[in-house]
Antibody, heavy 117, light 112 residues
Framework: QVQLQESGPGLVKPSETLSLTCTVS????????WNWIRQPPGKGLEWIAY???????NYDPSLKSRVTISIDTSKNLLSLKVISVTPADTAVYYC???????????WGQGTLVTVSS | QAVLTQPPSVSGAPGQRVTISCTGS?????????VHWYQQFPGTAPKLLIS???NRPSGVPDRFSVSKSGTSASLAISGLQAEDEADYFC????????????FGTGTKVTVL
């Protein structure tokens, strides 16, 4: 069965760029949409973006100007870049497999990113 | 960012039945899109619990059931057990100019 594993820097300084990766194992990345979702500490879930196997992307309008999602199907790798981060970007970031209308299943275990100087 | 509204908390004694509401809009739940529910324990990732198209992943007890009407959906937990104490989030697709995937505000279920 498919498994997802996020990795990230842990701590990023304000105004810098955050880069995250998600390694997909156990299945191919075809026939699915690959998502990034985040959860600020003690708060709810926020969908960030998805990318299809063929490279079609969609973003949350409020984040679109700062976020780039990409996929490397040869390496089974999903990536996310967030530029000009602020403390408001502090969150646990999850990758998740999805379908066009949802649901998200499975999820990675998440990686905590703290934006602080 | 959440555009689906849930009660912040619900509670019940073991064995009781509790329900969690999820209120959306005409562009999300009201447009006929499925509603998906996730269960999250502290310090762990959310996990798909059940969907309104009655897709219940293997291993999910049939104590969990869902319904949908108009612009709202509900998750019911019958025969509440201590292990059900967790956060629950609803999620749906939204065809408006917001993000295509929207989550609920989340509900903490407490077993008394």
């Amino acid at each position: 069965q498919v498994q997802l594993q996020e990795s990230g820097p842990g701590l990023v300084k304000p105004s810098e760029t955050l880069s995250l990766t998600c390694t997909v194992s156990g299945d191919s990345m075809s026939d699915s949409y690959w998502n990034w979702i985040r959860q600020p500490p003690g708060k709810g879930l926020e969908w960030i973006a998805y990318i299809s196997y063929s490279g079609y992307t969609n973003y949350d309008p409020s984040l679109k100007s700062r976020v780039t999602i990409s996929i490397d199907t040869s390496k089974n790798l999903l990536s996310l870049k967030v530029i000009s981060v602020t403390p408001a970007d502090t969150a646990v970031y999850y990758c998740a497999r999805g379908q066009y209308y949802g649901p998200f299943d499975p999820w990675g275990q998440g990686t905590l990113v703290t934006v602080s100087s | 960012q959440a555009v689906l509204t849930q009660p912040p908390s619900v509670s019940g004694a073991p064995g009781q039945r509790v329900t969690i509401s999820c209120t959306g809009s005409l562009s999300s739940i009201g447009a006929g899109y499925d509603v998906h529910w996730y269960q999250q324990f502290p310090g762990t990732a959310p996990k798909l619990l059940i969907s309104t198209n009655i897709n219940r992943p293997s291993g999910v007890p049939d104590r969990f059931s869902v319904s949908k009407s108009g612009t709202s959906a509900s998750l019911a937990i019958s025969g509440l057990q201590a292990e059900d104490e967790a956060d629950y989030f609803c999620q749906s697709y939204d065809s408006s100019l917001t993000a295509p995937h929207v989550f609920g505000t989340g509900t903490k279920v407490t077993v008394l």
